[in-house]
């Protein structure tokens, strides 16, 4: 015999779980309606597509016709090399500008805090490097990776260089004669250089990476010698060392930036440099974060600057990384600065080269 109380519960129970599948479906073609559009953009970005670019500038004005990147490109210099990708694909660059450790703090900060507001990382390859470990960095399939200059490029390719600068040796040439340069760097232990050399202070990179050129033991004993016999001016800031040598109250350093003492050249300055081997490079990258807000802006902005952005690095003396821009200081002998030996030695090399550098302690 049929109980009519039980019935009615079975049916109200069915009615109840048909109630909670349609809506849990409802949600389901809701949230895939939401997600499908981004995982599309992601898998354009990623991903080697035909027509790459209208795919990204299609997909990008879905977001808002914005892209935040966080940079230690020098203030001077920014106008000039976003302006043109702003006005050609109509996406407005929100720009937060400070030094290459600053930039890796704020976004190491927020994306524990999982607040996601950059979209471009730029700066130094010890700086992406270190997001490339915090795994916040997403591999990219930019078509101009295959123009790029060797080094450019990690394995892993979350992040690639967009310019290469290249420590040179700088010096007044009302005070130094060409005959008196160095040609190598045991040269400079001659007396005829004591108490004229400069150094700026952060260039721990550029020590170490001569240190292992030469053979670390060789290399170490070799600054030690030229700390002890002819001492090392340590000065602050690179523009600050260049200036103190166009100016002659330095008259060499050891380390500013090639485009450096060019800009100074060009007015008028008594400047100008060597390239003592091993010469040493240092290398900025441009990124896209894994969790960018914008990721079809973001990937535009990350070609652009890999491609035809490089005009605007010539235009400024850096050596453009992507080889069908030319630089006459491409046909030197560099060797660049190692990110991974910069993060796993840090403090091995801070102490060394606090000792002989900083310190010129005698040994």
Same mark, same amino acid.
């Given at each position: 015999?049929?109980?009519?109380?039980?019935?009615?519960?079975?049916?109200?129970?069915?009615?109840? *779980?048909?109630?909670?599948?349609?809506?849990? &479906?409802? !949600?389901?073609?809701? /949230?895939? @309606?939401?997600? #499908?559009? =981004?995982?599309?953009?992601?898998?354009?970005?990623?991903?080697?597509?035909?027509?790459?670019?209208?795919?990204?500038?299609?997909?990008?004005?879905?977001?808002?016709?914005?892209?935040?990147?966080?940079?230690?490109?020098?203030?001077?210099?920014?106008?000039?090399?976003?302006?043109?990708?702003?006005?050609?694909?109509?996406?407005?660059?929100?720009?937060?500008?400070?030094?290459?450790?600053?930039?890796?703090?704020?976004?190491?900060?927020?994306?524990?805090?999982?607040?996601?507001?950059?979209?471009?990382?730029?700066?130094?390859?010890?700086?992406?490097?270190?997001?490339?470990?915090?795994?916040?960095?997403?591999?990219?399939?930019?078509?101009?990776?295959?123009?790029?200059?060797?080094?450019? *490029?990690?394995?892993?390719?979350?992040?690639? &260089?967009? !310019?290469?600068?290249? /420590?040179? @040796?700088?010096? #007044?040439? =009302?005070?130094?004669?060409?005959?008196?340069?160095?040609?190598?760097?045991?040269?400079?232990?001659?007396?005829?250089?004591?108490?004229?050399?400069?150094?700026?202070?952060?260039?721990?990179?550029?020590?170490?990476?001569?240190?292992?050129?030469?053979?670390?033991?060789?290399?170490?004993?070799?600054?030690?010698?030229?700390?002890?016999?002819?001492?090392?001016?340590?000065?602050?800031?690179?523009?600050?060392?260049?200036?103190?040598?166009?100016?002659?109250?330095?008259?060499?350093?050891?380390?500013?930036?090639?485009?450096?003492?060019?800009?100074?050249?060009?007015?008028?300055?008594?400047?100008?440099?060597?390239?003592?081997?091993?010469?040493?490079?240092?290398?900025?990258?441009?990124?896209? *974060?894994?969790?960018?807000?914008?990721?079809? &802006?973001?990937?535009?902005?990350?070609?652009?600057?890999?491609?035809?952005?490089?005009?605007?690095?010539?235009?400024?003396?850096?050596?453009?990384?992507?080889?069908?821009?030319?630089?006459?200081?491409?046909?030197?002998?560099?060797?660049?600065?190692?990110?991974?030996?910069?993060?796993?030695?840090?403090?091995?090399?801070?102490?060394?080269?606090?000792?002989?550098?900083?310190?010129?302690?005698?040994?």
């Amino acid at each position: 015999m049929i109980n009519p109380k039980q019935t009615l519960r079975a049916l109200c129970t069915a009615t109840t *779980l048909l109630t909670a599948l349609v809506a849990q &479906s409802s !949600l389901n073609m809701a /949230w895939a @309606q939401d997600v #499908n559009p =981004n995982a599309q953009t992601w898998e354009v970005v990623k991903n080697p597509v035909a027509d790459r670019t209208a795919k990204l500038m299609n997909l990008a004005k879905a977001e808002g016709g914005a892209v935040t990147i966080y940079t230690s490109i020098a203030e001077k210099d920014l106008k000039g090399i976003f302006d043109p990708f702003e006005k050609k694909y109509g996406i407005h660059v929100n720009i937060w500008r400070a030094s290459g450790d600053s930039c890796l703090a704020r976004t190491i900060t927020e994306a524990r805090g999982h607040r996601y507001t950059v979209d471009v990382f730029h700066a130094g390859a010890v700086e992406l490097e270190a997001l490339h470990r915090e795994k916040l960095l997403q591999a990219v399939a930019s078509p101009h990776f295959a123009d790029l200059m060797p080094g450019s *490029l990690p394995a892993h390719k979350e992040w690639a &260089s967009t !310019l290469f600068s290249l /420590w040179v @040796q700088a010096y #007044n040439t =009302n005070v130094m004669k060409k005959s008196d340069l160095p040609s190598t760097y045991e040269d400079l232990l001659d007396p005829r250089f004591k108490g004229k050399l400069g150094y700026e202070v952060e260039n721990i990179d550029w020590f170490v990476t001569v240190v292992k050129a030469m053979g670390e033991a060789k290399g170490l004993q070799y600054f030690r010698d030229l700390a002890s016999k002819n001492g090392i001016t340590v000065r602050k800031g690179h523009f600050n060392l260049t200036a103190m040598v166009a100016s002659g109250d330095v008259p060499m350093a050891l380390t500013v930036y090639n485009y450096m003492p060019e800009n100074f050249k060009k007015q008028g300055a008594p400047i100008d440099y060597v390239v003592l081997q091993p010469a040493v490079a240092r290398t900025n990258g441009v990124a896209v *974060l894994k969790n960018a807000p914008h990721p079809a &802006s973001a990937a535009l902005l990350m070609d652009y600057l890999l491609g035809e952005g490089q005009e605007a690095y010539v235009k400024i003396d850096y050596i453009a990384s992507n080889t069908k821009y030319p630089s006459a200081l491409r046909k030197i002998k560099m060797n660049v600065v190692d990110p991974n030996e910069s993060l796993d030695q840090r403090d091995k090399w801070k102490r060394l080269y606090d000792e002989i550098i900083i310190k010129g302690n005698k040994q």
